[in-house]
């Protein structure tokens, strides 16, 4: 499975991203799709994951509210919208996919195939 990852940039804070991960397979009722986050000298942290079938979302608590996560099946890929974006915001953003049960949703191990980042920078 091979995942890219596109949509980063420089927004001021307010602002909004649009990211954008495609698959190379049909990852609908095959993958847990998920984004994680990592800044620099940080781990790579959970940001948002969305079931098999799409059915359910899980976010991070510091997200909530802000970002959504969901999946477009026709074209194989999974989308983050991120809105009101914050400086904090900022990172390397990853996509991964993955077959874990829900509770290992947040752990990187958790995810097989890993997308090349994208860089989302918040500042005015």
């Known amino acids: 499975v091979q995942l890219q990852a596109s949509g980063g940039g420089l927004v001021q804070p307010g602002g909004s991203l649009r990211l954008s991960c495609a698959a190379s397979?049909?990852?609908?009722?095959?993958?847990?799709m998920a984004w994680f986050r990592q800044a620099p000298g940080k781990e790579r942290d959970f940001v948002a994951a969305l079931s098999r079938n799409g059915g359910s979302q899980h976010y991070a608590d510091s997200v909530k509210g802000r970002f959504t996560i969901s999946r477009d099946n026709a074209k194989n890929t999974v989308i983050l919208q991120m809105n009101s974006l914050k400086p904090e915001d900022t990172a390397v953003y990853y996509c991964?996919?993955?077959?874990?049960?829900?509770?290992?949703?947040?752990?990187?191990?958790?995810?097989?195939?890993w997308g090349e980042g994208t860089q989302v920078t918040v500042s005015s």
């Open positions: 991964a996919a993955g077959r874990s049960v829900i509770s290992q949703i947040y752990y990187p191990s958790a995810y097989y195939y």
């Open positions: 397979v049909r990852t609908y009722n095959n993958y847990v």
